[in-house]
């Protein structure tokens, strides 16, 4: 998390100078050298120094990638909160997680799919330990490559794929397509919002909605490296971090916004040092380590639910398909594959558990059979389930009294003060003098 100290003058974690302020705000925040220092920790095991630029060519522009990409692949870090069960647990849902987006694949080559298809390829280690982190009245908002988190939050492989063939058994009844859906009833999940970084201020909202209740919260959400250059994201995130609210924001840097590399997107370089200018947490995380994943996530879960505002967290991996599957993404520099190809979140984990023998050969074959039967099953389902209904299109849409809409964690305590609020007749409006 982002720290503040008075006399260490080293270097943070993340090889940079920690950052100075001008002195004449230093008495303002009770710092009396003159200085403010903050260091951004950063738990990777390894630093992906490689950089992405544009080069001319006889045929247009291409990208290419320099840096040394022969590095090998580190371990992963051992958690401090995850027992071995638990380890296996979010194996098995990255797992599922993989193999329902390649049964999408083949749904949407075989003409069942209405729409496209948003892969996570890649990124299943940051969806699913993220999720994992949450607890039962904790809210969860996914983006599109998060559909691991849907499947911890308690969706099903069914519930996915019905959504994106727009059956009448889908989680919106066919109404929608892609992974926009939600359940805020039972699972406190928000459902994806095209226009990016406007999921933030809406998490925020909640935070602030159960506090009024009485209960402090962690509200997770995502924004990727491109999404979160929008100004939404700022007005959120600040909202947020002035009144304290337990928002879990992840920024996931998989070095594309859809085709433009991040190295053309921002200057900074890395993206949680963005924490500093809201005066929260940040920290660095490697997107492919479950292990850090998860233990960073769930600090920053406690200190939401302690009421200690919001945290930035910065989970740097790769896109490994385009940007949905329209896109074949030529553009990448083929090295760039390679060497994220090597850091599979799904393989690491892997090889972790069965060389600290939490997971032997044979069960992890009954493991994977397991999962193979379980998609199958789900699939079939989703594949011979009907289409909606046209008369019954209306339905559904608008909430006319269908149910009462009560308190989640306790009755409201805005608005018990005496008086309505509302300024008297005739009351002028109160100027400076």
């Avoid at 220092?37 to 247009?60: H, K, M, N, W």
């Avoid at 070095?255 to 993206?271: A, E, H, I, N």
Wanted: overall charge positive; glycine content about 10%.
């Amino acid at each position: 998390m982002a720290k503040k100290s008075s006399t260490s003058k080293k270097a943070g974690a993340n090889g940079r100078r920690p950052l100075k302020s001008a002195p004449k705000s230093a008495a303002r925040n009770g710092n009396l050298s003159g200085e403010r220092r903050y260091t951004i920790p950063d738990y990777r095991l390894e630093s992906f120094d490689c950089a992405v630029r544009q080069v001319a060519s006889d045929d247009g522009v291409r990208y290419e990638v320099t840096g040394d990409l022969s590095a090998p692949v580190p371990p992963i870090r051992e958690s401090k909160s995850l027992s071995p069960r638990q380890c296996l647990e979010i194996y098995r849902w990255m797992l599922l997680n993989r193999k329902m987006e390649q049964a999408l694949e083949n749904l949407y080559k075989q003409g069942k799919v209405v729409g496209g298809v948003y892969f996570g390829l890649g990124q299943e280690a940051c969806s699913c330990a993220s999720a994992y982190a949450l607890c039962p009245e904790d809210w969860l908002a996914p983006m599109i490559r998060n559909q691991g988190s849907l499947l911890v939050r308690g969706f099903s492989a069914r519930d996915v794929m019905m959504q994106y063939m727009a059956k009448a058994g889908s989680p919106t009844f066919g109404k929608d397509a892609s992974s926009h859906f939600g359940d805020q009833q039972k699972r406190n999940v928000c459902a994806p919002i095209s226009t990016l970084g406007d999921l933030i201020p809406v998490m925020a909202g909640v935070a602030l909605g159960a506090r009024l209740q009485g209960r402090n919260i962690a509200a997770l959400t995502y924004i990727g490296d491109g999404g979160q250059s929008t100004g939404v994201t700022y007005e959120g995130l600040n909202f947020a971090a002035v009144q304290k609210l337990g928002l879990v924001l992840i920024v996931e840097n998989n070095l594309w916004g859809y085709s433009t590399p991040s190295d053309m997107q921002f200057r900074v370089k890395d993206l949680a040092e963005r924490a500093i200018a809201y005066g929260i947490p940040g920290a660095i995380v490697d997107g492919t380590d479950a292990c850090q994943v998860y233990d960073v996530v769930h600090d920053a879960c406690e200190r939401a639910r302690r009421g200690e505002g919001p945290t930035l967290i910065e989970a740097k991996m790769m896109r490994m398909k385009g940007h949905a599957i329209h896109d074949a993404a030529e553009y990448v520099p083929k090295p760039l594959f390679e060497y994220w190809r090597k850091r599979d979140p799904i393989a690491r984990l892997e090889k972790f558990l069965l060389e600290r023998k939490w997971l032997t050969a044979k069960q992890n074959e009954e493991l994977i059979a397991g999962v193979d039967g379980e998609l199958e099953a789900d699939r079939e389902f989703a594949v011979n389930s009907p289409m909606p209904d046209p008369e019954k299109t209306p339905q559904n849409v608008y909430c006319d009294g269908c149910h009462e809409i009560k308190p989640k964690y306790g009755v409201p305590k805005a608005g018990s003060g005496k008086g309505s609020g509302k300024p008297k007749q005739g009351e002028a409006a109160v100027h400076l003098r």
